[in-house]
C-alpha cells in the first residue's frame, strides 16, 4: 500500500481526494497549509505528494524546495488554479514531477499519479524496452530489432515519454504539457504530427505495431494490439 499526502487548502476538495484516494487502496494524509505539510512530511514517510500552489501562510513553491533539499524526496504531483505556463516551467523547474491544473477529472489525477509514483521507483534506470524497440538514455540512441533509428530530439523525448507510460493511455494535454512545457491550445495538430512521424521511423513492416492510438484519449504504446 502507498502513502500520499495530499496537500490542500480548500476543505471540500481535500476531502474529496482524500476518499477518492483511500477507495483506490492508498493511505493518505493530508494538510491543509504548507506549515502542517512541512509537519507530516516529518512525521511520516509518504511515497508521493499532491500538492496545492495557492496555501495560507507557506505557499506550495516553498513546500517544494523543502522537499527537493538534498535533491531527492519523494514525486511531487502539482495540484493548482494556476495555469499560465509561468507557473508550470516555475514548479517544474522547482522539482515537480508533473502538473495538473483545476479543475481537473479524478481518472487524470490517478493517471498521473501513478505515472510518477512509477517513474520514482525507475529513475536509475537507463535503458527503456518494449518488445524489440530499445532506447538508450545515456547513449541517446534508439533501435529496433537491432537496427538503429535516427530520430530527431523532439521524436527522442516523445518517445521516451510514451516508453515511461507504457501500457498507459496519454492524453494529448499530457504530451504537451510534460513534453513540450506548453498548454494544449495548438499544440493538439503538433502532436499529431509528431506523433505520425515517430510511426514512420519506430514501426515495421512484419512487426507488432508499437504506438496506438485511442480514440477520444490519445495514445499508447503498448507491445501487443
Do not use: C
Not at 14 to 34: D, K, W
Not at 121 to 144: G, K
Amino acid at each position: 500500500m502507498s502513502r500520499v499526502l495530499v496537500v490542500e487548502d480548500q476543505k471540500t476538495l481535500r476531502q474529496t481526494l482524500v476518499r477518492g484516494l483511500e477507495a483506490e487502496g492508498h493511505e493518505v494524509v493530508a494538510a491543509a497549509t504548507g506549515e502542517e505539510a512541512a509537519e507530516k512530511l516529518t512525521a511520516v514517510a509518504v511515497d508521493a505528494v499532491i500538492l496545492d500552489l495557492m496555501l495560507p501562510g507557506k505557499d506550495g513553491f516553498e513546500v517544494l524546495r523543502e522537499i527537493r533539499v538534498g535533491g531527492s524526496g519523494p514525486p511531487v504531483l502539482i495540484l493548482t488554479a494556476r495555469d499560465s505556463v509561468d507557473d508550470r516551467v516555475l514548479g517544474l523547474d522547482g522539482g515537480a514531477d508533473d502538473y495538473l491544473v483545476k479543475p481537473f477529472a479524478f481518472a487524470e489525477l490517478l493517471a498521473r499519479l501513478r505515472a510518477i509514483m512509477r517513474r520514482g521507483h525507475i529513475s536509475r534506470e537507463t535503458v527503456l524496452r518494449a518488445a524489440d524497440l530499445e532506447v538508450d538514455l545515456v547513449a541517446r540512441r534508439v533501435t529496433r530489432a537491432g537496427i538503429i533509428l535516427e530520430l530527431t530530439m523532439r521524436e527522442f523525448e516523445l518517445l521516451e515519454y510514451l516508453l515511461r507510460h507504457k501500457d498507459e493511455a496519454v492524453t494529448r494535454d499530457m504530451i504537451s504539457l510534460d513534453v513540450w512545457k506548453e498548454p494544449t491550445g495548438a499544440m493538439t495538430n503538433v502532436i499529431d504530427v509528431y506523433i505520425n512521424a515517430l510511426r514512420r521511423k519506430v514501426e515495421r513492416p512484419g512487426f507488432p505495431t508499437l504506438i496506438h492510438t485511442v480514440r477520444g484519449v490519445g495514445y499508447v504504446l503498448r507491445e501487443r494490439s
